[in-house]
């Protein structure tokens, strides 16, 4: 289990003002502030460390994403997204006086191309899912944690067919 990083005591007006900015987008059920909701979202997968967020937004439209960012630049609070929660690309640690985003709700695959290995998916989408999506053109996706030098921190991605091909990925880079 990680520890704790030294924690900033919420400074309860700036939360009261990061709450109603995000409840003027979101409903009530999709903003999260009291610890006991915000607690389970202090790590995701990487558990090494672990930060309270001061809020947790949920959206689940794409407007929605856009004016809460407009809204948290415009009051200089800052934003940590975080995806499916697995924490196989890096971690996404919230910040004690930031908004956590969460995009676990955007789970789409928007488009596969089997001939070029590309498969575009929103943040949401959990790896193993990718994997069942390509499955029936003889692909898999797995994560190479070993390998990860190759892509700076990030953990690279295979997509295996069946003639033993490979190309990896690092979340948006291609090496070949």
Request: charged share 15%; aromatic share 6%; hydrophobic share 50%.
């Given at each position: ?5 030294p924690g900033e005591t ?80 890096g971690g996404a640690l ?50 190479n944690m070993q390998l ?29």
């Amino acid at each position: 289990m990680g520890e704790a990083l030294p924690g900033e005591t919420v400074d309860l007006a700036r939360q009261r003002e990061a709450v109603a900015a995000l409840l003027a987008i979101l409903p009530e059920r999709s903003v999260l502030w009291q610890e006991e909701d915000t607690r389970p979202w202090e790590c995701d997968g990487l558990t090494a460390y672990r930060q309270v967020p001061m809020v947790v937004a949920l959206p689940e439209t794409e407007e929605q994403v856009q004016r809460i960012l407009k809204a948290c630049c415009a009051t200089g609070i800052p934003v940590v997204p975080r995806g499916a929660g697995t924490g196989l690309s890096g971690g996404a640690l919230p910040l004690g006086n930031g908004v956590l985003l969460s995009m676990a709700k955007f789970m789409r695959v928007v488009r596969i191309d089997p001939l070029a290995r590309i498969a575009v998916v929103q943040p949401g989408v959990r790896n193993a899912a990718i994997s069942d999506v390509v499955a029936p053109f003889g692909l898999s996706m797995i994560i190479n944690m070993q390998l990860s030098i190759h892509c700076w921190w990030l953990p690279c991605m295979y997509i295996h067919s069946p003639d033993g091909y490979a190309m990896m990925f690092c979340y948006g880079i291609v090496f070949a």
